[in-house]
């Protein structure tokens, strides 16, 4: 069985709605650690478009996978899908 690639839904106020800089680090809401992108996706999408009426407020996929195995290769699969 492959190892999972693990990735972390979180969301909170943003400074500027284009960029990542979180107003209120202690007020992040985490959504989760999920082992696999589509899950991740799914999550961020239910969690995004809870707060949708927020300009100001952001959710993200961070790739904890590629922070833990910076070697990690990327299959085309991933780079196409995390667009």
């Known amino acids: 069985m492959d190892n999972p690639l693990l ?11 284009q960029g990542t800089d979180f107003v209120d680090s202690d007020g992040l809401d985490i959504v989760g650690i999920f082992p696999d ?4 996706l799914k999550a961020w ?6 707060r949708v009426d927020e300009a100001n ?6 790739h904890l996978h590629r922070m833990l195995d910076p070697d990690h290769p990327i299959d085309f699969h991933e780079r196409t899908s995390d667009r």
């Open 45 to 50: 999408r239910g969690a995004s478009q809870g």
């Open 7 to 17: 990735h972390l839904v979180f969301g909170g106020e943003v400074a500027d709605p």
């Open 57 to 62: 407020v952001k959710y993200v996929i961070v």
């Open 37 to 40: 992108h589509d899950s991740a």
